[in-house]
């Protein structure tokens, strides 16, 4: 049976369930609606009377270096959300949250939100409430027996451009050589999913800064470090390197395969200015994160309007910021070019759709992160990504993190991606789900009742 | 093969087999045959229902007819559902306007109610012909509330609050059809506010018109220096610099309100458009002491085409009263400078004429990003229009302050749309419902009463 076919057989099976339990759209269509003369007593409704269904729970276990949230309810239903799979710290945050929640109504995701979401920050803090948030609309589906894009005003696309970042194929070799990075796109390029457009480290946001030779006027920083703590002025050598490798990655991908470059942070703004200039004749598709980005908190939209303005390279920031109000400079002041907001860090779907119109109506364009948001994740980029305006190019792709990441979940289309894209799925709220006996194996001694 | 290659195969192989074969215990037990996941997987209480197949619901025709003045829209699907939206009462010309954009939505999935507003939006204008669009947009969420069992705040986030503030622009007033036709003395303001006061529904902010936005401009002596224009014109025809005894008439009316409302009930009022922003300025420094809840259109509104986001600063910032416009905006791109300078402290954008719902909710989101306060406009949007109302306002943020109630204007409307609560509104607000759609809906048999002969197929 292929993934259509399952799809209409799904459909038969829940609209006999619909017919048995009185509810879904079948009935309601058919029979409640067959002519508007009906009277409105005569509507029987899904949405449960006030109050009915109310959050009985709030967990968070560590599944493979994710912190997953689970919200329980009174009638059954969980939702899942996921954070990035770099922070399994995060359990105590999320937690944290668990009080204001028990008791509210999960359909109504704003109530809830506005009750937990000032007391989030820039990553990784507001992850917490992300997932959270990720959770609340996967509930709001399964209840509805909606898809969450349906929640979200309605797609507006029927598959999803999505775009690689090759740092599995690059981890590989880890070369700072132009020949290293040539290998690495060719690799990528090759890849059955068809991705019509590929991002790669450099710089800053690469290995060059620690083992390149006079990269930069600074001593490079330790192993005992946190990701992308090298920072300062980039020598002529430096910059010479950095063209060659793109040069290299042309080569390979012509003008086929649109190639972004996650840069830093860690530039000064000068070089950044410098750099950019140098790489205009390449056409990128966007330099991400030269002055601020990944764990930086805070934006400095002035220096990144100096940067904008003085080149015709797309400039891309955004990953690290929680919330729309933190954007709004950024935008605003059209400081940017791309913007991109990771849905596990900035607040949620609905923070990230408000947030793509609200780039859509200042002419910026959405890329948004997340190669580590996991299957969850990409479940609820792949639902929101289809509601956003014209200005969205494509989200980052997240693969599973371990692999037996693809053991535990199930309703992910057969092949995810096909030809760069991923086709919207039409499952209720996300449209993944744990397989739970699967699942359990992989929980820690601390998270064991997670699923029950 | 590099490992990493390997690494994405064995990736791929191993979703293959979760698909096809092995999980049984996933897949099946969402999709598969009941026998097959009650062995192994129980099915998620949530998988009772289930969208629409793709494409399976489709808008199969969008109908216009004028009921009471008011151009209302019928969007119908091949499964029965209609969705309705109402434009205001004052609007029956608007009619092949809306009819225009039927053949871009014929065919469409009404529940993915953005791409259908995507086809449309752009084909639309200030004030009047927004309206269509914004109709159109109504009755999609109607039509994608009904098709899903849920009430429209549901698809537009949840609601924050369980029951919206309203505010009084015309219930109890002596000509509640012609919000400009007012006396000119400060008796009949307070008399009227009196009345207004007293009203059952006990609402708790009155607004009123004055200055340009009433008869003043037409029929107080001396007032502004101009030749009050005739009665062949559009509302708020007047417009021009205001004299000495125009400013103490409007102040001496505003204080005669406050005597009758006291600190109980907000104070708002509705001015023009037609001042001079000089006089404006100094008319807002003047009413400073009363603690006014806001003044609205001094200076454009209604329905001037354009918005003069940079006049409205210079008012801003001239004074404390909170200065408000917006009714005759269309699109948030045309609120941009208004909100992104802080040109105003109040918006009130109409649900039936911004855009529709998701629209003004959007911007009422983008207001609170600046501080910005929402008092929608909506004082002829009918039953339907209010029902609209009270759907969005219920998921607007903290900025909300309550929008401009809309009564059935004829008062048979009330006979001919079922699903509102009795009374509709209790100590100023109003209890938000949880009927699907909007959550009103037409008797068509006394409906039909009201249709004219080219109408009379509206609801077949």
Known sequence: MDFTEATKASRRDFLLKSSLSGLGLGLISNKLFGSASEKMNDLEMKVPAKGALTITDLKCAIIGGS???????????????????????????????????????????????????????????????????????????????????????????????????????????????????????????????????????????SRMASQAPNFFYGDPAGARNQPHANRGPLTEQGLKRIIACVEAMKKVLGDEIGLAIDCGPGFMLSDAIRLCRSLEPYNLMWMEDLLTGDYRPYVMA?????LTRSTTVPIHTGEQIYLRQNFRELIERNAIRVIGPDVADVGGLAEIKWIAEFADLHGIQMAPHGIYDGLIGNAAQVNVAATMPQNFIAFEYSVALPEWWYDIITGMPKDIVKNGHIEVWDRPGLGVDFIVKEAKKYLSEEDKNFFD
């Open 302 to 306: 002035d220096d990144y309007l100096e």
């Open 67 to 205: 912190p997953v949230v689970r919200i329980t309810t009174n009638e059954g239903i969980s939702g899942y959300g996921q954070a990035e799979s770099s922070k399994k710290y995060l359990k105590p945050f999320v937690l944290f949250y668990k009080d204001y929640l028990l008791g509210e109504d999960p359909t109504n995701v704003e109530r809830c939100m506005l009750k937990i979401r000032r007391m989030g920050s820039f990553k990784p803090y507001g992850s917490a409430v992300s997932i959270i948030e990720m959770a609340l609309w996967d509930i709001a589906g399964k209840a509805a027996s909606l898809p969450v894009y349906k929640l979200l005003g309605g797609k507006v696309r029927d598959r999803v451009r999505v775009y690689t970042t090759a740092v599995a194929q690059y981890q590989q070799t880890a070369g700072i050589e132009p020949a290293d990075y040539a290998e690495a796109v060719a690799k990528v390029k090759a890849l059955k999913e068809g991705f019509t457009i590929i991002k790669m480290p450099i710089g800053f946001h």
